[in-house]
T-cell receptor
Framework: DVKVTQSSRYLVKRTGEKVFLECVQD?????MFWYRQDPGLGLRLIYF???????EKGDIPEGYSVSREKKERFSLILESASTNQTSMYLC?????????????FGDGTRLSIL | GNSVTQMEGPVTLSEEAFLTINCTYT??????LFWYVQYPGEGLQLLLK?????DKGSNKGFEATYRKETTSFHLEKGSVQVSDSAVYFC???????????FGKGTLLTVNP
């Protein structure tokens, strides 16, 4: 079974800090995604990556960057954290093959910026 | 672009009641459609999917049918349980990539 692991379940940081959220998948998938989840807004795509060192902006990339140095790891970076980035962050990865395969999600990181 | 509109919640039902959560979509081409469920404190899990028109996805007593003529994928369950209390998300992926577009989610609470 596919395992998508996010390094922290809960994280508290201060305004202006540089924050790293880590995601690891164990099935050699090429595609990985970062979403944020907010009440009443559903999930919104921040960035995704379709291969090592390849990345594309999603719908709400402002204030974020990503890093994919190894295939199994996809990092989301908040360059200078702000309170409006307090949210639940979810990493996901679909298996290889046809594009109609469902994505597998990690358990999420609940990030609070004070 | 693609979009998903699902029934706003919250929805509160008694155990054994019938559940419908409406979902309609806008997409080009031939999208795949999904229902994901998020139990309290957890990430999203795939509940069911349908990849072409008239397909019916089913799992754990939940069903949804891909209706291209009405661009809908409504979630139904004949008899809900307390353990079904969760947030339900309708989503679609385009015909050419893995990107998911989500609805805003519907919180379901089932009371004993």
């Amino acid at each position: 079974d596919v395992k998508v692991t996010q390094s922290s379940r809960y994280l508290v940081k201060r305004t202006g800090e540089k924050v790293f959220l880590e995601c690891v998948q164990d099935m050699d998938h090429e595609n990985m995604f970062w979403y944020r989840q907010d009440p009443g807004l559903g999930l919104r795509l921040i960035y995704f990556s379709y291969d090592v060192k390849m990345k594309e902006k999603g719908d709400i990339p402002e204030g974020y960057s990503v890093s994919r140095e190894k295939k199994e790891r996809f990092s989301l970076i908040l360059e200078s954290a702000s309170t409006n980035q307090t949210s639940m962050y979810l990493c996901a990865s679909p298996p290889q093959g046809r594009v109609n395969q469902p994505q597998h999600f990690g358990d999420g990181t609940r990030l609070s910026i004070l | 672009g693609n979009s998903v509109t699902q029934m706003e919640g919250p929805v509160t039902l008694s155990e054994e009641a019938f559940l419908t959560i409406n979902c309609t979509y806008t997409a080009t081409g031939y999208p795949s459609l999904f229902w994901y469920v998020q139990y309290p404190g957890e990430g999203l899990q795939l509940l069911l999917k349908a990849t072409k028109a008239d397909d019916k996805g089913s799992n754990k007593g939940f069903e949804a049918t891909y209706r291209k003529e009405t661009t809908s994928f409504h979630l139904e369950k004949g008899s809900v349980q307390v353990s079904d209390s969760a947030v339900y998300f309708c989503a679609l992926s385009g015909s050419s990539n893995y990107k998911l577009t989500f609805g805003k989610g519907t919180l379901l609470t089932v009371n004993p």
